[in-house]
DNA sequence: CAAAGTATATCCATAACGGATATAACCAGA
DNA sequence: TCTGGTTATATCCGTTATGGATATACTTTG
């Protein structure tokens, strides 16, 4: 199964965060928050998901934009996409028993 | 944040299973099978969720229905369900964002 | 040009996990 | 009754993951 920090990462990709710093901050604000990656957590987890041929660096070679030189743009291989897509299904399984518990409304 | 084995216990308790066991049963049957907590990821995380005041042992001491002697229940504690909500709260953004994302329909 | 924010990378101590091993009670059927 | 399979809890050990600090440097804004 994938890692909370794993399926935070998949998620912010899907979701057209391409790099690493914007993946922190979209975890952040979906969070309202609560979630805070920190710099250790992220690189890591990107390259153990890169070394795990869920994701991929791919080169945003778009000129017009000036993008930030430094920036690493990942993107979700189709197997990270699988991944994620079994994840979340899980979730809305533990969501809908959270519901029917009465955690939530 | 509630590590992805301990919210589940608090859910599987939230859902009316009461001791160690079914909640290992439980987590199964929600994810089809794809989690599996281990007995020592199990026992483990009923003893810090207890240790950390989410969690309480009760004495489930019906005597009418004769229980299994070994059984231990557990309950939430207001706290644990409020954190329970919480990460269902949470969970939903995530399930959100993933529907928005196109990974589930 | 200085300060704040953006961006990535690495290190270390701590926390959590997975699976094996152990022990034993409970239950169904031969 | 005894025997095997399931239920139930507990602990140990090696591995993996985390959180936070530290480092470095580019970019943007006043």
Redesign the pocket.
Known sequence: ?L????FHVLLALASGRG???????FIEEISGGA??????????????LVADGLVEEFDAGDPAA????????YKLTPQGERAARDEAELMTRLVTAARKAGLIT
């Open positions: 199964m890692t909370a920090a794993g790099h690493g710093y914007a993946v922190m901050r979630v805070k990656l920190g710099p250790g957590t992220l690189y890591r987890t990107i390259n153990r000036p993008h930030d030189a430094r920036r690493r743009y």
